[in-house]
Nanobody, 129 residues
């Protein structure tokens, strides 16, 4: 059974840090592009960061220099280190996976949710000012 489970969300003060984790199971992790998305109430789900199977990464402009995506293929786990948090980072954060056999890495790094077909349940991040 393909499964993605996020953890590490919670509350933080503006300027603080949080680290999200996404544990994957049920599929060949190293053969999948991985990404983080987020969705705030009343807003569209948007891409935050992606990690391709070739090691390349991509970030949305609004998190560049603050967030870092990484993955450990030996542990089937992806991380999102979030620093210098802002109240506008408040959202539900989702991890997602896309098979490299179907989605080119160039597409995966564009951070379109339509290229990702496996999703976790999400973890809430709340940043207060």
């Amino acid at each position: 059974q393909v499964r993605l489970v996020e953890s590490g969300g919670g509350s933080a003060q503006s300027g603080g840090s949080l680290r999200l984790s996404c544990a994957a199971s049920g599929f060949r992790y190293s053969a999948y592009h991985m990404a983080w998305f987020r969705q705030a109430p009343g807003k569209e789900r948007e891409g935050v960061a992606a990690s391709g199977t070739n090691g390349r990464t991509a970030y949305a402009e609004f998190v560049k220099g603050r967030f870092t995506i990484s993955r450990d293929n030996t542990k089937n786990t992806m991380y999102l280190q979030m620093n210098s948090l802002k109240p506008e980072d408040t959202a539900m954060y989702y991890c997602a996976a896309a098979p490299a056999t179907k989605v080119p890495v160039v597409a995966a790094l564009r951070l379109s949710r339509y290229d990702y077909d496996t999703w976790g349940q999400g973890t809430q991040v709340t940043v207060s000012s």
